[in-house]
């Protein structure tokens, strides 16, 4: 652990959301102790350094869930650190198969994806990469029951959700999802058809962490086009 992750990790510990992004953390630990269990399978959309595999593999060891990342450098890291304990896919997931480029971040990681973005980093040092394009719904198989899925791909979120009807609509699972400005809008998402599609075909709630956290309501659709237009929250379920 670095000095950076032993940091982190104290703060979240002692509950003090010094970011959104910490805090954001912290609700999620949550969430996946309250959601997944011992015979649950879960999928992590984004994997990068695997921080969401080991929360869920310490609520269930003994399966092996889904992960999925492009760059190349943290995708040969996963299957190191996870090759008995999670299936690892070294591609980006979309509504569609085949190829994309893919702009990753050397300088800032975690901002990679396949349409660029605004950068919180001066001047980033970007590679184009390319890479295999896939469909949740085509790589799941069909018997194996998802309890929660985690996606968080800078933007690219509503496209992933759109490759992932079949699975969703079968296991009605849990979704931990970020949408906003400042990523989002370069891929064509409106937040009114993203609220539209969980309601109507994916026949979900959104809600924000910290309300399904304290178990009050899901949001409003006037609610959710506010918090999305003013990056008031940028992390939600779905259930």
């Known amino acids: 652990m670095t000095l950076k992750d032993l940091v982190r990790e104290i703060l979240i510990q002692l509950r ?3 970011t959104k992004n910490l805090k954001y953390d912290r609700l999620t ?5 309250r959601t997944v269990n011992p015979k649950s399978v879960c999928i992590d959309v984004g994997c990068h ?3 969401i595999l080991d929360l869920i593999l310490k609520e269930s060891p ?3 869930h889904y ?9 040969n890291n996963l299957v190191e650190n996870y090759k008995d304990k999670a299936h690892i896919y070294n591609c980006a997931l979309s509504d569609s198969q085949g190829e994309t480029t893919f702009n990753y971040v050397k300088n800032a990681p975690a901002y990679s994806g396949i349409k660029q973005r605004k950068y919180a980093v001066e001047n ?12 949740l719904d085509d790589i799941i198989p069909e018997a194996e029951k998802i309890d929660l899925i985690k996606i968080d791909v800078e933007g690219g979120e509503f496209n992933v959700l759109k490759g992932a009807v079949k699975l969703i609509q079968k296991n009605k699972p849990y979704i931990i999802f970020e949408t906003g400005l400042g990523a989002s809008e370069f891929y064509g998402t409106k937040p009114e058809e993203l609220y539209d599609f969980f309601e109507n075909v994916l ?3 959104i809600y924000t962490l910290q309300n399904w956290i304290d178990n009050k309501s899901y949001l409003r659709k006037e609610e959710f086009l506010k918090l999305y237009n003013t990056n008031a929250e940028y992390y939600f379920l779905a259930k």
């Open 67 to 75: 992960g999925f990342e492009p760059i190349p450098v943290l995708y």
């Open 29 to 33: 630990r949550i969430i996946i102790q």
């Open 49 to 51: 350094k695997g921080e």
């Open 16 to 18: 003090l959301d010094l």
């Open 124 to 135: 980033p040092d970007i590679e184009t990469l390319h890479v295999k394009l896939e469909r």
């Open 203 to 205: 026949q979900s709630k």
């Open 62 to 64: 003994n399966l092996k």
